[in-house]
Structure formats: structure tokens, C-alpha cells
């Protein structure tokens, strides 16, 4: 199919029955849809939108294109969950509808009050000459679930000396007040966030620009998160037009994270260290976090970037999200690990202990598709040593430790069907450690490395044959001891 802008932007009511049932059935026949991941009935999913803990259930809504793997006309699709492991998919939630949003309702976060929860989202809007304008809208979700749209934007303006580059709004509550952080691209052509200020979500004062003292970094920064934990200032973004540098940023845009004192609203001003990854895999954008009941500050990624073909989309759909994270601050790094909740995913269970000497070893029990995988490497001498998931008769997936380099390495040149090709097939990351430790979620089409409790996380998308279900163990240049456990995953 030809992606022409009326195709894109067609709306869903225009679509007939058959045609949905059609595309459904072309998306249920992939060989690539994941077992135990978010991902869309058909169609697009990106961003994560809208993350909270409202009316006794996690609430999690995403951006959404129905009608093929294309960005086109957007919507907030809707799904919820009791235990972060089992989602409920609710359906459209935020339809593009009226003068405000009519070219796509695009990314934002929400936030309970007075007994609703309040989702805050940029309305994307285009005139006849393909001009961008955007607003910042509001749509309000009773205990019902019905989500009722405000009739006018919240900030109807870009403030002078910024583009029309300007979205993803992040709202939190803090002394009484309600403050949200845009993203923003300055007409200077470089990014930042701008701060917003409101007493009742409904009227909103433009409070201005936030001093990072990050001048000249990327042109254009999406989907800004802020959040205080461990008694420090954390703020996510996704900075777009960074340059590669060693093994840092290799991806066609990057998200990460800068650390440092709680964020001075009165002088709009955030001291923090340098800028740092968070994640070091393929595919990793748009992250969004919630603070939930427990304490837990919690985070999910959109599993896709921006502008990349994948093998999905010969099968009408793309993308899923990654399993959700609860952030630790640990020496002015943020550490991630996958919420212990994920545990009542755990199915039949294997277990080994042994020594690897210069040898690639396959164990009894472990192999499969879908599986968490936990392995512990000690007493090393190897010169390298590590995993290899997903092996068939010319494929497999390897995750590794360099000792020579300190560094663990993601290869994906072999895993399958090929992948953003034009930005790699192997990335890299340092790690000074004795003992290492790799919990590895694997699903049909998605690899999620944790390293030593979450200290780097690497993540990627990977499209083997279906007969590729072989795991192995192996050493290089001397020996390591071995401790591996693996789980199937138990199916709905």
C-alpha cells in the first residue's frame, strides 16, 4: 500500500468493518507477535502516554495509528492492569475529534484530581499548507472510564522565541501546585523544556525556559519527564540530532536522563551532571514514569524508534513497549530492574551450575522463545564469555562481556531478519565488574538485558525463524563459573 497523506490521515469511522477484520487478520497470521508485551491490535503503537495508578489500577494509554505500520493520524489507545503483568486492552480512549487536535492527538501524561484523572495531551493541528499547530489540550476519565474532552486547549499558543516544535506535555504536583514541562525546540534550531504553572489544571501560566545549561544539545528534545528520587532532581528526554560518540548515541535518536539537586522552580533552574543513557540497546525511545502506591517510581519505553523500517510492518503493524521498570538512584546513576511483579510470569523453571572452559555448551532445558533468563558469571578468566539466545542453524543473538575491553557487548548481526541496518548491528557499554550478571527477558520479536541489577540495560528487537529457540553458554580465552536459571513464560 502507497502511505499517501490522505491514507494517513484517514479517520477511523471512514474505515469499513471488513477492512479492519481484513488488517486483523494479516497482523494475527505474523510470526513476530509477542507473547507477554504490550503491543497493538493492529497498526502503530509509539509512545507511552498518560502512565498512572488511578481507581485501583494501572493506567497506561499509548499513541496509536489503527490503519497500518505508518505514522499517521493519532489517537491514545487504552489499556489497564491490577498487577503491571496482565494488561486489558479498553480501546481508544482520546480520538482526534474537533479544531484542537484534528491532525492527531499526540503525546502527554495524566494525573489524578478530584477524583478523576486528568489526561493532558498536545492536539496536533496542520492548515492547508502543511503548517504545524499545536495546542495543549485537556481530556478528563471518571471512575466509569469515560473520557470527556475540555472544548478548548489549556495553552492555546507557542510562547515567542520557539517553533512549532513544541509537545509532550508531563504534569506533577508539588507545594500546592501543578507544574508541567513541554518540550520545546528554541528558534535558535536547539532543544529544551519550558515550564508551565497551574492551581487547578484548567488555566495554565507560561513560567518559562528551565536552565539546564545544556545549550547545544539536539535540535529538538520529546517527551520530557521530571521526578524526584533517592532526594535528587531526574530529568528524562529524548534529545533528537545527537551526534555518535565511542559507543554513546549510536541509535538515530537518543533517551536518557540528567542527574542532579530537585529542580529550583522558583529560578527555573536544574543543576545536574553530564547526560547518561537509558538504555544502551537498538530500541529505546519516548520513556514515560509514574510514581504508584508502593513508592515505586516505574517506567515503561516505547520497543521502536522514529524513521525505521521493521519486519513487522509487511504485516500491517509495529512496535510494542518494554516491560515496565522500577528506577533506583544509586552513586548519581539510575539503575533499572524489572518490576518484581514480572515474577508471576514464571512458568516450569531450569537450573544449572557449572564450569565453561573455553567451550560453547547447551544445557538441557534451556531453549525456547519465550522465557526470563538469569545468569551469573564468576571466578572469571575468560577472555570472553556470555549467552547466546534465540540459536538456530545460521542464527542466534549474543550478549557478552569483553574482560579485556570491560565492556558487554549486544550483537544482533546474525538474529534474523535485518533491523536499522544503517545504524548497526552491535552495541556496546563499560562495565568494571568481577561477577557479572545478565537477567534476560526474551520474547518472539524482543530481547530486554538487565546487567548486574540493572546498572545498564540493553534492549532490542530481533525477527528469527521460529525454529531458532536454542540458548547457549559459552568461554573464550579461559574459563568462568556458571549459575543459570531459566523460566517459560506462562501464557494467558
Known amino acids: 500500500m502507497e502511505w499517501t497523506k490522505e491514507a494517513r490521515y484517514r479517520e477511523l469511522e471512514d474505515v469499513t468493518k471488513e477492512e479492519l477484520t481484513a488488517l486483523e487478520k494479516i497482523v494475527n497470521e505474523c510470526p513476530w507477535r509477542q507473547t507477554y508485551h504490550i503491543q497493538p491490535i493492529t497498526g502503530l503503537l509509539n509512545d507511552p502516554n498518560g502512565f498512572s495508578y488511578y481507581n485501583g489500577e494501572y493506567h497506561l494509554f499509548y499513541q496509536w495509528f489503527p490503519l497500518g505500520p505508518v505514522h499517521g493520524l493519532k489517537h491514545w489507545y487504552h489499556t489497564k492492569s491490577k498487577d503491571l503483568v496482565h494488561w486489558e486492552n ?44 499545536p495546542y495543549q489540550c485537556l481530556a478528563v476519565m471518571d471512575q466509569n472510564g469515560k473520557v470527556t474532552k475540555m472544548d478548548k486547549p489549556i495553552v492555546n499558543e507557542v510562547p515567542k522565541g520557539y517553533t512549532d516544535h513544541f509537545r509532550d506535555p508531563k504534569v506533577w504536583k508539588q507545594d ?117 502506591p508502593q513508592g515505586r517510581r516505574i517506567l515503561v519505553g516505547w520497543m521502536g524508534l522514529p524513521e525505521i ?119 556496546k557499554c563499560r562495565l568494571d565488574a568481577k561477577t557479572v550478571t545478565f537477567q534476560v527477558f526474551v520474547d518472539i520479536s524482543s530481547v530486554e538485558v538487565f546487567v548486574n541489577n540493572g546498572e545498564e540495560v540493553l534492549t532490542g528487537r530481533i525477527f528469527p525463524q521460529q525454529n531458532s529457540r536454542g540458548i547457549q553458554f559459552f568461554a573464550v580465552g579461559g574459563q568462568t563459573n556458571l549459575k543459570a536459571m531459566k523460566w517459560n513464560i506462562l501464557k494467558d
Open 90 to 133: 479498553i480501546g481508544v480512549a482520546i480520538k482526534p475529534s474537533n479544531q484542537f487536535d484534528s491532525h492527531g492527538v499526540y503525546s502527554g501524561s495524566a494525573i489524578e484530581h478530584e477524583g478523576n484523572l486528568f489526561l493532558i495531551y498536545t492536539g496536533n493541528t496542520r492548515n492547508e499548507k502543511w503548517e504545524r499547530f
Open 176 to 292: 500546592g501546585h501543578y507544574y508541567a514541562i513541554i518540550g520545546a525546540q528554541k528558534e535558535s534550531g536547539t532543544g529544551c523544556v519550558v515550564l508551565y504553572r497551574s492551581s487547578d489544571l484548567k488555566e495554565w501560566i507560561f513560567a518559562g525556559e528551565i536552565d539546564t545549561g545544556l545549550k547545544d544539545f539536539g535540535y529538538m528534545w520529546e517527551c520530557p519527564d521530571y521526578f524526584e528520587l533517592g532526594g535528587q532532581g531526574i530529568l528524562l528526554f529524548s534529545p533528537q540530532g545527537l551526534e555518535s560518540k565511542g559507543d554513546h548515541f549510536q541509535n538515530i535518536y537518543q533517551s536518557g536522563y540528567v542527574i542532579g539537586s530537585p529542580i529550583d522552580l522558583q529560578k527555573k533552574q536544574l543543576i545536574h551532571g553530564e547526560f547518561q543513557e537509558l538504555d544502551r540497546g537498538f530500541d529505546f525511545y519516548a520513556p514515560q514514569t509514574m510514581n504508584d
Open 309 to 427: 523500517d521493521y519486519p513487522t510492518d509487511r504485516n500491517g503493524w509495529a512496535h510494542c513497549l518494554t516491560l515496565p521498570r522500577e528506577l533506583l538512584v544509586r552513586e548519581g546513576k539510575l539503575y533499572q530492574k524489572p518490576v518484581k511483579e514480572l515474577e508471576n510470569l514464571r512458568g516450569e523453571k531450569s537450573e544449572a551450575e557449572i564450569t565453561v572452559k573455553n567451550e560453547f555448551v547447551s544445557i538441557n532445558g534451556f531453549s525456547g522463545e519465550a522465557y526470563e533468563l538469569f545468569a551469573e558469571f564468576s571466578e572469571i578468566t575468560a577472555q570472553e564469555f556470555g549467552i547466546e539466545v534465540r540459536v538456530g542453524e545460521h542464527e542466534k543473538t549474543i550478549i557478552k562481556y569483553d574482560s579485556n575491553e570491560k565492556k558487554v557487548i549486544f550483537d544482533r548481526s546474525h538474529s534474523g531478519q535485518s533491523v536499522g541496518k544503517d545504524f548497526g548491528d552491535i552495541r
